[in-house]
C-alpha cells in the first residue's frame, strides 16, 4: 500500500478510485470520517467533480436541517462560521486558482476582506445569543414553578423517542394559555397511573459529538439536565455490539452534561421485530448495563403500560397533601395559580372556606404549605 498523500489525505491512486466510483455512481458528495483540510478538499474536488467534506461539516449541515429554535440556529451558524474562521484564508487563495465545488463564489474576496467578514458575522451572532440566553434563564426560572415532576426522552438518533413521545403523549392533559407559553415546544402535559408529568421529546444523541457543537445543543440538552427522570430509549433490533456501543454513547453524554444524579430508566424499543428468544438474549447481555431496562414497542404500543407502571414507581418522590383555606380575596388568585401548576386533585367549598387536596413535587409542596399558611389556612395533611 502507498502511503497517503498529505494533499488528498488518502492516497493518489484511490483518488483517482473515488473519481470513477463518483461517475458509476452519479454521487453528489464525498464525506470523510477524517477531518478535511482545504487544501485536501480542493484537491479531491478538483480530481472527482463533487465537494467533499468531513464529518464535523456532515453533522453541521444535518444539525442545520433539524434545528428548530431561533437559539439552535444561531449556534450552528455560528459553529460553521468559527469553522469557516479557521479556514477562511487558504479557502480564499486557493478559490483564486480556480472555482470547486464547496469554494464557490469565494474567488473574488480579498483573502483580508473575507476574514475580516466573517469575523464581523460571528460578532453579531454572539450578541444575538446573549440576548436570547438572558431571556432563557427567565423562562427557566418560570418553568421551574411548577410541580409536576418532569421526564425527558433521552437516546441516540433513530431509537423512536418520538415515537415513545407520541405513545405517552395519547393522553395529553389540556392545559391554559399562560402555562403553555411557559413551556417548550416539545413538552406536554400527561397523565398516567393516576398522576400527571411533564414529558419532553428531545434531540437524538451521537457518537463523538464534536465539542463545538455540544455548546450548540446546550439549550435541548438543559430539557435533560432540569429533568426528574430520564427515559433513555434503545433500538433494541441492532446488534448487540451495536447497542452496546450506542447505549455506552448516551451515558456518556448523560455523565458529560452532569445529569447523571438523575435516575433512568431504559426503554428497550423495537421490540415487535424480534422473537422473544432474541429480546431475552439481549436483555441478559444488557445486564447491569441498561438502567431499569423496559422492553417495548412505541410503535406498536407493546408493554407501554409496563413502562408507564416503572415510570409512576420511579417517580416516587411525590408528595400528597391537602389544606384548607378561608376564601378571602387573596385566596382565588393563590387557588387558580396552584392549579395551572400542580396536579389538583379535589377543591370543595364549603361555609367560605376551600379544601383543596393535590399532589406535587416536593419542593413544590413546601412552597404552598408556606403560602397557605401566610393566607391564614391549614395544612392538614402532609405525606411522602
Ligand atoms: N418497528 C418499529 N419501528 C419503530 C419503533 N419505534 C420507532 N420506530 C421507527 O424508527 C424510526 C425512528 O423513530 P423516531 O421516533 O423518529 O426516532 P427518534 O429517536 O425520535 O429519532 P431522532 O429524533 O432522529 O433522534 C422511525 O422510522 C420509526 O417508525 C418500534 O417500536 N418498532
Ligand atoms: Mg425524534
Known amino acids: 500500500m502507498r502511503a497517503p498523500d498529505p494533499r488528498y489525505q488518502i492516497g493518489y491512486g ?11 455512481t452519479s454521487a453528489q458528495k464525498i ?9 485536501q478538499a480542493y484537491n479531491i474536488a478538483k480530481t472527482t467533480g463533487i465537494e467533499a467534506i468531513d464529518r464535523f461539516q456532515l453533522i453541521l449541515e444535518i444539525f442545520a436541517r433539524r434545528a428548530t429554535t431561533t437559539e439552535a440556529k444561531l449556534q450552528i451558524q455560528l459553529a460553521r462560521l468559527r469553522y469557516e474562521l479557521a479556514r477562511a484564508k487558504e479557502k480564499v487563495r486557493l478559490a483564486k486558482i480556480g472555482e470547486q465545488p464547496g469554494f464557490m463564489g469565494l474567488g473574488a474576496y480579498e483573502v483580508d476582506v473575507y476574514y475580516e ?8 451572532i454572539n450578541e444575538k445569543l446573549r440576548k436570547i440566553r438572558r431571556k432563557r434563564i427567565l423562562h427557566r426560572e418560570r418553568r421551574t414553578e411548577l410541580g409536576f415532576p418532569t421526564i425527558s426522552l433521552a437516546g441516540y438518533t433513530n431509537a423512536g423517542k418520538s415515537s415513545l413521545f407520541n405513545a405517552l403523549t395519547e393522553e395529553e392533559v389540556p392545559v391554559d394559555d399562560a402555562l403553555f407559553t411557559t413551556l417548550s415546544t416539545t413538552t406536554r402535559l400527561v397523565k398516567f397511573s393516576r398522576k400527571k408529568f411533564l414529558l419532553t421529546d428531545t434531540v437524538g444523541f451521537i457518537d463523538r459529538l464534536p465539542l463545538t457543537l455540544i455548546e450548540a445543543f446546550h439549550s435541548t440538552l438543559e430539557e435533560t439536565i432540569y429533568s426528574d427522570l430520564i427515559l433513555l430509549v434503545v433500538d433494541m433490533s441492532e446488534p448487540i455490539t451495536t447497542i452496546e456501543k450506542k447505549l455506552s454513547v448516551c451515558l456518556e453524554t448523560i455523565e458529560r452534561i452532569e445529569a447523571s444524579s438523575i435516575p433512568i430508566i431504559t ?3 423495537k421490540i415487535d421485530l424480534m422473537s422473544q428468544m432474541e429480546i431475552q438474549q439481549k436483555m441478559e447481555k444488557l445486564e447491569g448495563k441498561a438502567p431499569k431496562p423496559v422492553p417495548i414497542s412505541a410503535l406498536y404500543k407493546l408493554n407501554i403500560d409496563q413502562l408507564k407502571e416503572e415510570i409512576a414507581k420511579k417517580l416516587r418522590n411525590y408528595v400528597q397533601a391537602s389544606f384548607s383555606i378561608p376564601l378571602t380575596d387573596e385566596a382565588m388568585p393563590f387557588l387558580s395559580w396552584l392549579f395551572n401548576r400542580a396536579d389538583v386533585q379535589e377543591i370543595k367549598y364549603v361555609d367560605n372556606v376551600a379544601r383543596v387536596v393535590f399532589e406535587a413535587v416536593p419542593w413544590f409542596a413546601e412552597k404552598v404549605k408556606s403560602h397557605v399558611e401566610e393566607l391564614g389556612g391549614k395544612i392538614e395533611n402532609f405525606k411522602h
Not at 484511490?14 to 458509476?24: I, P, R, T
Open 14 to 24: 484511490k483518488v483517482k478510485e473515488l473519481a470513477e466510483l463518483v461517475k458509476e
Open 31 to 39: 464525506i470523510f470520517d477524517n477531518p478535511l483540510k482545504p487544501v
Open 117 to 124: 467578514t466573517v469575523k464581523r458575522q460571528i460578532q453579531t
Open 267 to 269: 426503554a428497550l424499543n
